[in-house]
């Protein structure tokens, strides 16, 4: 009963916009009017009578004289306001900066949306090393140490909604193909309270990441720095692990009190 007089407040016409902004991903960065009547299973008066309105608004744009659409830089400010609202940003970002500044490597923030590791805080180290990920990049959650332990939350149950396929994408030969393989690798470590990974999405690149833990002690984020993979000696990895595991602590206590 309740959802049926929820939607009396749903606008239709709106919900259909954002319905299409949602059909741009990184995997289909542009479409035609065409593609998205097709997906959304809308005429296509309606879908080019959207697009010209989020066109004007800033939120999409045409590449050039062509019938394929992208998304525009109203859909970025919007995302940078959001990333610039959260506390867990705005508690981050100086701990951030202090992990930079102490291990000398990039330093970063993340959350999980859905399958996707999501940057929302980058401290850049001196080394060029991963410059190009940027505040807002996405990476596959399950091919990163920082997605598995931001999936370390969920049961097995929960991680075969998340990923029905078989095989999990293959993005190097360190990438786990399987749930089990993936399930082994969460578990892990999350019983090591940090994870170290070596290659798993991007050969050559070393990660260190530590969970961040809200007052319920769920995971809601991770702390990280990158590393190049044949730059560490043992000894150099202790003491790396120890200072992303002391701001991953560091941030979990700020945001605990909130």
Do not use: W
């Amino acid at each position: 009963m309740s959802e049926a007089r929820d939607d009396k407040y749903v606008v239709p016409a709106l919900q259909r916009g954002l319905e299409l902004l949602g059909q741009f991903t990184r995997q289909t960065p542009t479409l035609t009017g065409a593609e998205l009547a097709r997906n959304l299973n809308l005429p296509r008066a309606s879908v080019f009578r959207i697009l010209h309105t989020l066109e004007r608004s800033g939120f999409v744009e045409r590449l050039g004289d062509s019938a394929s659409y992208k998304l525009s830089i109203g859909v970025l400010r919007l995302g940078f306001e959001y990333l610039s609202s959260m506390e867990l940003t705005e508690h981050g970002r100086p701990i951030v900066d202090q992990l930079r500044d102490m291990s000398g490597y990039s330093a970063h923030l993340v959350v999980r949306d859905g399958r996707d590791v999501v940057f929302v805080v980058k401290a850049p180290g001196r080394s060029a090393l991963f410059h190009s990920i940027q505040v807002g990049a996405r990476l596959p959650a399950h091919a990163t140490v920082l997605g598995r332990l931001l999936l370390s939350d969920l049961s097995m149950g929960e991680l075969l909604e998340l990923y029905p396929e078989k095989p999990l994408p293959k993005y190097t030969d360190k990438t786990p193909t399987t749930l089990k393989q993936l399930k082994v690798l969460i578990d892990a470590d999350r019983a090591a309270g940090y994870g170290l990974s070596q290659g798993g999405f991007e050969t050559g690149i070393s990660t260190i990441a530590a969970p961040v833990f809200n007052d319920e002690q769920r995971v809601v984020a991770a702390v990280s720095i990158t590393v190049p993979a044949q730059h560490v000696t043992h000894e150099q990895a202790d003491q790396l692990i120890q200072l992303v595991c002391d701001a991953a602590s560091q941030l979990t206590q700020r945001i605990s009190h909130l």
